[in-house]
């Protein structure tokens, strides 16, 4: 019998994850899970395949992932189709077909884990089947959706131990006034004492799409565009009071961050709120571990309604290889296994949505929401804007077990009123105002008791 000649090797940039390194990867993902529950997220599962026009639309025709960096192929009944390079075009058409806009409260909060393509020029930290986990929040126009969204990128870091995890963050203008903006660039790049200086390849993007010379990772095209007008320049009023309110929050829940105004991000479809954050860990020109950001106006695009958004996307394999893990899984400490696990399907609701009574409220609502959050119950912010009628309507509709109320009274006092949305046994407790330093604790021990049930750490 003839044997085989030579032996098969997985395909160039496609690596296998043996069982030592896919039980790192297992701890990871399923670590992300239990953090998105905590706020809000409910998982999402969207096809490997979509038509290619779903991402040619979305992620835009002149984008590095449209133009080279697809794997399409057309099946055997003609259909061109694509092995998905990102996460969010999925959701957003899952969104859109299933009208998930009529039966929802919104914002619809989904997360999803999954391995992505793309044909890329495989290195260290590239590769071209790598897995995301992301996170989407569909219908959601307030800041304060961003400041949590970037909170729970940077927890999800931190708990890996991604070495010095660095947040960039920058707005990118929406289509009041992104266009003066990029005319303004690429009338920059278009002197001849930058143009001469750009790759090949920017030279072409100075004209069919200026903001990608941007994102360019050439050390030339970065020199050349040093001088280049900024973004926050060119701001629209609503666009810079929603980008200060979204530093306001990340100063108020103490997360530290670099303003870069030449962060624009690789994809076409994002306004406003751009993010990526790096690690120290890595080699530069492989040194984001993640990156997300606003796009509001993509949903729209699809066919539905206008519906604001806002998404990240985690790199696994690359966050884990910033990460200091310990160098060998075997461990000689042994504590006392757990119960042998059961299948429990089924949606969750939120323990706890922080509601605010105005904007004035925002910085300590996002900071109560963490702090509920670290005693191990589901906690968002319900966005203000709304009234409170609205809000409590809504808090209801998502089954929460209780509201915390925040107005300017209750701040005035240092104070919450947290209010249990089922009846107690006791009724003196249907309604109670707590000082805000020890909310976190007193809302668990009012939903669970004293019991551990629910916990995270004895
Ligand atoms: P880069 O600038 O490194 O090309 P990107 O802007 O293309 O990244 P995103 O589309 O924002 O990346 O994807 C989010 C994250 O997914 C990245 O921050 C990175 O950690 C990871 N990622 C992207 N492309 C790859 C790849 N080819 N291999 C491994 N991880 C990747
Ligand atoms: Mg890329």
Same mark, same amino acid.
């Given at each position: ?14 690596s296998d994850a043996l069982p030592h390194k896919a039980a790192v990867v297992a701890e990871a993902t ?30 835009? @025709? ?11 192929? *057309? ?10 390079? *990102? ?18 409260? =919104?914002?619809?909060?989904? !997360? !999803? ?18 897995k995301?986990?992301?996170?989407? %929040? ?6 304060? %959706? ?14 890996i ?19 003066? !903006? ?15 200086? =750009?790759? *090949? ?61 030449? =962060? ?52 696994v394999d690359?966050?884990l290889s910033?990460a200091?893990l310990p160098e060998s899984q075997v461990t ?30 925002? @910085? ?19 966005? %203000? ?34 209010? =249990? ?38």
């Amino acid at each position: 019998m003839a044997g085989i000649d030579r032996k098969f090797s997985a395909p160039k940039g496609i690596s296998d994850a043996l069982p030592h390194k896919a039980a790192v990867v297992a701890e990871a993902t399923s670590f992300f899970s239990a953090l998105a529950s905590l706020y809000g997220y409910s998982p999402i599962e969207t096809p490997l395949l979509e038509k290619t026009e779903v991402f040619e639309r979305s992620v835009g @025709d002149t984008s590095d992932i449209v133009t080279k960096q697809m794997y399409t192929f *057309e099946d055997k009944g003609g259909d061109s189709l694509t092995l998905r390079p *990102e996460g969010t075009a999925g959701v957003v058409r899952a969104f859109v077909e299933h009208e998930v806009y009529k039966a929802e409260a =919104l914002p619809w909060r989904v !997360y !999803y884990i999954g391995d992505m393509f793309r044909y890329e020029r495989p290195q260290a930290g590239r590769y071209r089947q790598f897995k995301q986990v992301g996170a989407e %929040a569909l219908g959601a126009p307030e800041p304060e %959706a961003d400041v949590e969204q970037i909170e729970m990128c940077l927890e999800f870091l931190g708990g890996i131990g991604v070495a010095s995890p660095k947040l960039v963050i920058n707005s990118i203008g929406d289509s009041v006034c992104r266009p003066s !903006y990029v005319a303004a660039l690429g009338e920059f790049l278009a002197s001849a004492k930058v143009h001469d200086r =750009l790759c *090949e390849e920017c030279r072409q993007r100075s004209v069919r799409n200026p903001l990608r010379v941007l994102d360019c990772k050439k050390a030339e095209c970065k020199k050349a565009t040093e001088d280049s007008p900024r973004t926050l320049d060119f701001l629209c009023e609503p666009c810079r009071s929603h980008f200060e309110a979204v530093r306001a929050g990340l100063e108020a829940i103490k997360i530290e961050y670099r303003l870069d105004p030449r =962060l624009v991000r690789g994809l076409d479809y994002y306004t406003r709120t751009a993010f990526e954050v790096i690690s120290g860990g890595l080699e530069a020109a492989q040194d984001a571990v993640a990156g997300g950001g606003r796009y509001d106006g993509l949903v729209e695009l699809f066919g539905g309604p206008p519906t604001p958004a806002v998404g990240f996307a985690v790199g696994v394999d690359r966050s884990l290889s910033a990460a200091r893990l310990p160098e060998s899984q075997v461990t000689t400490k042994r504590s006392l296994p757990p119960a042998v696990p059961s299948f429990a399907p089924g949606g969750f609701s939120p323990d706890v949505i922080v509601v605010e009574i105005d904007e004035s409220a925002r @910085d300590a609502a996002l900071l109560l929401a963490s702090r509920i959050r670290r005693e191990g119950l589901v906690a968002f912010v319900s966005p %203000a804007g709304r009234s409170l009628k609205s809000q409590m309507k809504h808090a209801d509709r998502a089954g929460a077990a209780a509201v915390a109320v925040l107005g300017p009274e209750e701040l005035s006092r240092n104070e919450v009123a947290i209010r =249990l949305m089922f009846e107690p046994d006791d009724y003196e407790r249907k309604q109670v105002s707590i000082r805000l330093e020890d909310a976190g604790k007193a809302v668990r021990e009012m939903l669970y008791g004293r019991s551990n049930e629910k916990g995270t750490t004895p």
